[in-house]
């Protein structure tokens, strides 16, 4: 059995698998831009509060 | 109006800027994507050649016109702070790097994925596939110059260079299926494009959500390298203070 058929109880049938896959890694690549975002953002607050305090 | 984008030169104000605007394309962007998906995958009909594989197309073509949409941006910006010597067009260049990559990896996997059961191939040699690709490169060597300096203005200088001899690429991409026999199709959007009313509307609604997520993502990602940048300022300091007490 192919992904193809497997996936093929999901809407839109014989396309499904590539529809969801398409979607999926759309949501995965800008899921991923905002946790890196975030990510970063925390650890700038957290070294330039280490710094700053070490500086007092 | 002109005031307010001098205004915008000073870091502070910069800074300032972009905390406000971030729930102002957060909500708007998130409703948008919500109605638009749900315009791409429920109300619009079935394509009556390519059956329901063509909804990928909603989310291909907003990534793909914003691949090269950001990518110009990136250079315009590049050039002012090269020109101009403004700061804060560097950090504008620079944040829009990876978000211009990740869209072009968007463009690229998705048409992929419609590739497969529409030529019966993941991937050809066609000239709009290798140019996107070639920009996805573009992208990459980007950041790669700019990480490549401990200085932020001599990285912002040379990879604004690279940037600015990128651009070329855009009208090639662009003009790709009109220059040359290409296995993709033409433009999916104006004369010979998508006629349905409701396809239209979901690919203007995915279009404008696309436009609000890269102008999100710019302003998160822009406060955090103007703190990096300023951090030996007072207001930094105090700024660094109050969030994390």
């Not at chain 2, 006629?195 to 995915?206: G, S």
Request: positive net charge.
């Amino acid at each position: 059995m192919t992904m193809v058929e497997f996936f093929s109880f999901l809407p839109y049938g014989k396309y499904a698998f590539y529809v969801w896959l398409a979607y999926g890694v759309s949501a995965l690549t800008i899921i991923t831009l905002f946790a890196t975002a975030r990510r970063n953002h925390l650890n700038t607050l957290s070294s330039l509060s280490n710094k700053y305090s070490r500086i007092k | 109006m002109w005031k307010w984008i001098q205004r915008q030169a000073s870091p502070k104000v910069f800074y300032q800027t972009c905390n406000r605007l971030v729930p102002w394309f957060f909500w708007p962007f998130i409703t948008l994507l919500i109605v638009g998906l749900y315009w791409s995958l429920v109300i619009s009909p079935a394509d009556y050649q390519q059956g329901d594989g063509y909804r990928i197309i909603f989310i291909h073509v907003p990534s793909a016109i914003l691949s090269m949409m950001v990518y110009a941006v990136m250079a315009i910006a590049g050039s002012i702070g090269l020109i101009w010597q403004i700061k804060m067009a560097e950090v504008v260049a620079k944040v829009s790097a990876p978000i211009g990559a990740g869209f072009t990896v968007i463009a690229l996997a998705t048409g992929a994925i419609w590739g497969k059961p529409m030529w019966g191939a993941w991937w050809v040699w066609d000239a709009r596939l290798t140019s996107e690709l070639v920009l996805l490169f573009l992208y990459l060597a980007y950041m790669s110059l700019n990480s490549a300096f401990d200085n932020p203005r001599t990285a912002a200088k040379s990879s604004s260079i690279l940037a600015i001899v990128g651009l070329i690429n855009l009208p090639i991409i662009h003009y790709s299926v009109k220059w040359w026999n290409t296995l993709h199709q033409g433009y999916s959007v104006g004369t010979g494009g998508i006629k349905d009313p409701n396809m239209q509307i979901a690919l203007a609604l995915m279009f404008v959500a696309s436009i609000l997520l890269y102008a999100l993502l710019v302003s998160i990602k822009a406060r955090t390298e103007v703190l990096i940048r300023e951090q030996n300022s007072r207001w930094v300091e105090e700024e660094v203070r109050s969030l994390m007490s």
